[in-house]
């Protein structure tokens, strides 16, 4: 487990970047409502500006911690923790006692100007055309002949902050039969669920066929580098490529158990762009963080951009209002959760040996208090998932003590954002 006393606060923040040139970014940038909202709540997350907060004393030393109230902003690198901590508690309920595949589907680089201007449609698309890929070919008896699980979520990024279309499945090795009366396990003892160039093929089939239906309905938007597309010539010469070219389709399955495959889909879950952690200088106009090299992954290098092209990257990611990035198909279904779901369950259990008496439930005393029926309080779950405790007195290692209340009196706004982009989006 990671040592909290080494964990260190970022010296430097998207939320600093944008303070120092959102004005700026709004004059010049002409960004979206959406993109403006994003800027405003992550300039004021955990600052005096959100009124309410928190703060913690410690027992031993008496040191005193003073937190501000956080945005909730799915965009925002500091509110990301707690709710992936939330997310993987719900997500144990449901996933299932069997191994999973790690399927990453990526849309071609010829794809992604036409998605800039069409996010919802494309996104939604790449969610579709995944996921019934991945469903008909583990349908199909020469593969699999079951019914899978899969959970996917969507990232738009690359580590330079540049748009990325892609989707991250997680995908249960094996099925419930088709007739719901078996489990069926992944060919090769659980390690081989479909062809991987099979289901390339298929996933670029699917996915523009679902494009032209969108272009005939006119549906489809074109703008900026993407505008020539709609000459009816051009889209056939340019939709004729992107069927020559091969998808970028990877697989892999992770190890691990129940609650590993949940921690580790939830390192995908709540990602943003780009983690403060990652942002290494921030002077004079001029941004610095770092990035995994494309040719060796397991070593980083150093990206400096202007503060303006660092936000106009970061703001490419801003969701769609209301777009759902983390989806779930077949046995993972919302609609399967109590149909299909609990019968694959069951036919997962182990069977019960008739010889082993099962050893009784001992009964509490007469007396006894009833055990509380509300969860753990989020830090000791995040303690549970990620071996930080950060309720830990970073002077003395005593126990700090959460106290709630009005932190700074309302007319003190010295962490105030800038007022531009405070402004209504």
């Not at 523009?208 to 938007?221: I, P, Q, S, T, V």
């Not at 963080?289 to 303006?308: H, I, Q, Y």
């Amino acid at each position: 487990m990671m040592d909290p006393a080494r964990i260190e606060k970022p010296r430097f923040e998207v939320a600093d970047i944008f303070r120092a040139h959102a004005d700026d970014h709004l004059r010049h940038g002409k960004p979206s409502r959406a993109q403006t909202k994003v800027m405003r709540h992550i300039i004021a997350c955990r600052t005096a500006s959100l009124g309410w907060g928190h703060r913690d004393l410690c027992g031993d030393c008496g040191l005193e911690r003073i937190s501000y109230n956080s945005c909730g902003d799915r965009h925002c690198p500091k509110c990301q923790s707690r709710d992936r901590v939330e997310w993987i508690d719900r997500r144990m309920e449901r996933i299932l006692p069997v191994g999973h595949f790690h399927v990453v589907l990526t849309l071609p680089d010829l794809l992604r100007p036409l998605a800039l201007h069409n996010q919802k449609l494309i996104y939604d698309l790449l969610f579709v055309a995944g996921s019934q890929s991945l469903m008909e070919l583990a349908r199909d008896p020469t593969h699999l002949g079951a019914t899978i699980g899969i959970t996917g979520v969507l990232h738009t990024w690359t580590q330079e902050l540049l748009d990325h279309p892609h989707l991250h499945f997680i995908v249960t090795a094996g099925g419930l039969s088709l007739d719901g009366q078996q489990w069926l396990q992944a060919k090769s003892n659980g390690r081989f669920l479909v062809p991987v160039k099979v289901l390339g093929k298929l996933f670029r089939g699917k996915f523009l066929d679902g494009l032209e239906e969108a272009r005939k309905a006119g549906k489809l938007a074109f703008r900026g580098t993407a505008a020539d597309l709609e000459d009816p010539c051009r889209w056939a010469t340019w939709k004729n490529t992107l069927y020559d070219k091969k998808w970028n389709t990877y697989a892999k399955r992770p190890f691990g158990g129940t609650a590993q495959i949940v921690r580790y889909l939830g390192n995908y879950t709540h990602r943003v762009a780009i983690s403060n952690h990652r942002i290494v200088a921030f002077k004079d106009g001029l941004v610095t963080f770092t990035a995994r090299d494309p040719e060796d992954p397991t070593r980083k290098r150093k990206v400096t951009l202007e503060a303006r092209e660092f936000i106009r990257r970061f703001l490419l990611h801003v969701l769609p209002k209301g777009f759902i990035r983390i989806r779930h198909f077949g046995l993972y279904a919302g609609r399967q959760v109590a149909l299909k779901l609990p019968v694959a369950r069951r036919l997962l259990e182990p069977p019960v040996d008739p010889e082993v008496t099962p050893t009784p439930i001992p009964c509490a005393p007469e007396g006894t208090p009833p055990l509380p029926d509300h969860p753990k309080p989020w830090w000791e779950r995040f303690r549970d998932l990620t071996g930080v405790d950060v309720m830990l007195c970073p002077r003395c290692r005593g126990r700090m003590v959460r106290h709630g209340g009005s932190i700074l009196p309302d007319d003190d706004r010295s962490n105030a954002p800038p007022q531009a982009a405070l402004a209504a989006s």
